[in-house]
Nanobody, 123 residues
Framework: VQLQASGGGLVQAGGSLRLSCATS????????MGWFRQTPGKEREFVAA????????YYADSVKGRFTISRDNAKNTVYLQMNSLKPEDTAVYYC?????????????????WGQGTLVTVSS
């Protein structure tokens, strides 16, 4: 299984970015995809998850109403649209896939991870 995250960059507070996670190697349509983020010295934090088969979504309270997770079946790609970005959203963002279809926020539930993409939000 390979996950390739992209789309990070530098943006001003209040701006938007869209992250992408291209997947291959697993029948991802049966599973859950998630986005996590991590800043230096802190544990990896759950951001959002989506059930590939049903499209159901689940968000951390800190991003609810600002971020949207979605998937493109034809491209085997998951997206994270991030709007109204805040400096505290600055982190390395990782996509991951879980070997089941349940919405889970624990990183222990996810077994394959992308390489991470850096998002920096300036104030």
């Amino acid at each position: 299984v390979q996950l390739q995250a992209s789309g990070g960059g530098l943006v001003q507070a209040g701006g938007s970015l869209r992250l992408s996670c291209a997947t291959s190697g697993r029948t991802v349509r049966l599973y859950t995809m998630g986005w996590f983020r991590q800043t230096p010295g802190k544990e990896r934090e759950f951001v959002a998850a989506i059930s590939w088969s049903s499209g159901s979504t689940y968000y951390a309270d800190s991003v609810k109403g600002r971020f949207t997770i979605s998937r493109d079946n034809a491209k085997n790609t998951v997206y994270l649209q991030m709007n109204s970005l805040k400096p505290e959203d600055t982190a390395v963002y990782y996509c991951a896939t879980a070997p089941h279809g349940y919405m889970r926020s624990s990183q222990d539930e996810y077994d394959y991870w992308g390489q991470g993409t850096l998002v920096t939000v300036s104030s």
